[in-house]
C-alpha cells in the first residue's frame, strides 16, 4: 500500500505549475464519443480517472492514446460500439455517468453501470435523468445501472431543480446531436461547464450560454474532430495557494485562470494573507497574524465545496473562531475526524463545522477518507509538527497529477513510500 509521508514545518518557496482541470477533463473525453474523427485533447492531466476513462474508451473500441509526457490525448471513437461500457471500469470513478449522455447522445441507447467516486452521502441523478426524459429517452434505473434509449431525440426546455454540474453537462452531451433546441435553465456555472461547450463547440456543436444560468444547444448533424486544450485546473490551484498561505510561506502558482480563483482569493486575503494577481499566475503570501474567518460553501462563483477540506486544514491553526457551512453536499466532513487526531479543535454541527484555532497540529496517522479531504490532511501534514502519515492516497491519485513531487518542489519534506 502506499502512503504519503510528510514532515512539516517547512514555509513552501518557489514557483507551481498547475495541471489541466480534472473536472473538465473527465467530460470532455467522454464528449469525444460524439465526434466524428479524431479529437487532440492537449493539457490533460495525469490522473487516475483520466487512466480509468482512457481504458473505459479503449475496451469501447475507441483508437485512443494518451501521451503522458505531452500530456496530449489523441482519441478516434468512429468504431465505439453501442455496447455496454465495462461495469468493473465505470464503478471507479463518479464522472463515468457522462457515459449515459454521450451513448443516448451518438446510439439513442446507453447502458451505464452506476458511478463511485467519492462518498458524500447520498448522490442522486434524478436531474440528469429529468433531462434524459425530456429529450424523448425512456429511463430506467436499478440498483446496478442505468437503461435510457429513445426512437428519436428531441430539444426541449428543462429546468434543473438543484443547480447540478453532472446534470448540466450530462445534458448537453446528449442534447448536442438531437433535433432542435434544448434549454437548460438553472444550470451550473462552474468553468468546467464552459471549457466543455468551447470543446464541443470546436468539434462543430452549437452551445450558447455557458457560464450563464441559461444554455441554449442546437442540435447540428454531426460533430469533427479537432485540436482542444484543457483550462487549468482551479481546485488545483486553490489547494497551493491554501498551502501558500498555511505554511507561511510565498508561492508562485502558475498557469491560473485568477477569474476562476476569485472567491479563494478573497477569503485568502480575508484572512491576511496577500494574494498578488498576474495575467496568467497567482502569488500568495502567508502571514504570521492571520485571521479567522466564515465559509459557505456554494456553486460557481461561490466558494467551491471542492475547497473545502484545505481550507479547514489552514482556519484549524487560524487563532479565534471560524465557521464552515457546507452548502453543496449533505456531507462532507468525512476528513475533520483525521484533523481531530492531529489535534485540531473542531465540531460540525449539522453542515456546519465550527474551527476553533489551535496553535499547531501534531503529525499522525491519518486517512485520505476522499480526494479534496486528502489534500486537506496533506496541507495539515505540511504545518503539523513531527511526521504525518497519509494512507488510503489512491483517492488523491484520481484526482492530482504529480501532488507529492510539486509539494516537493515548492520545499515540502514529503514523499510517497510503498510498504
Ligand atoms: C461535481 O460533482 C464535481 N465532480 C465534484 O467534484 C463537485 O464537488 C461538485 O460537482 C460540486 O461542484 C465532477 O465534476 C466529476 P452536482 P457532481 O451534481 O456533478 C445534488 C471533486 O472533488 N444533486 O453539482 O456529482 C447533489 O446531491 C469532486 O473534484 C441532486 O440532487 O455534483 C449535490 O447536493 C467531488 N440531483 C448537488 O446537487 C442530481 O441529479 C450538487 O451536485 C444531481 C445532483
Redesign the pocket.
Known sequence: MEKIIVRGGRSLSGEVTVSGA??AV??IIPAAILVKGTCVIENVPDIE?VRVLVDILDAMGADVCYDRLTSTLKVDCSNVKAETPPAHLVRK???S?YLIGVLLGRFKRADVALPG??N???????????GFEALGADVTCNEESVTAQAENLSGNSVY??????????NIMLAAVLAKGVTTIENV?K?P?IVDLANFLNAMGANVKGAGTDVIKITGVETLSGGTYSIIPDQ?EAGTFMVAAAATGGNVLVKNVIPKHMEAVSAKLMEMGADVLEYDTDIRVIGNKDMRSVNIKTL??PGF???MQPQAVALLSVIEGESRVTEG???S?FQYIEELKKMGADIEVNGRTAVIKGVSHLVGQTVRAT???GGAGVVIAGLIASGETVITEIKHIDR?YERLVDKFKGLGADIKRVCE
Request: charged residues 25%; proline residues 6%; negative net charge.
Open positions: 480534472k473536472n473527465v467530460a480517472d470513478m463518479r464522472a455517468y467516486g467519492c458524500f452521502g447520498s448522490r442522486p441523478i434524478d436531474q440528469h435523468i429529468r434543473l431543480d438543484v443547480v447540478s454540474v453532472g446534470a448540466t453537462i451550473a462552474e468546467h481546485i456553486p460557481y467551491p465545496t471542492d453543496v453536499w449533505d462532507r476522499d480526494l479534496r484526482g
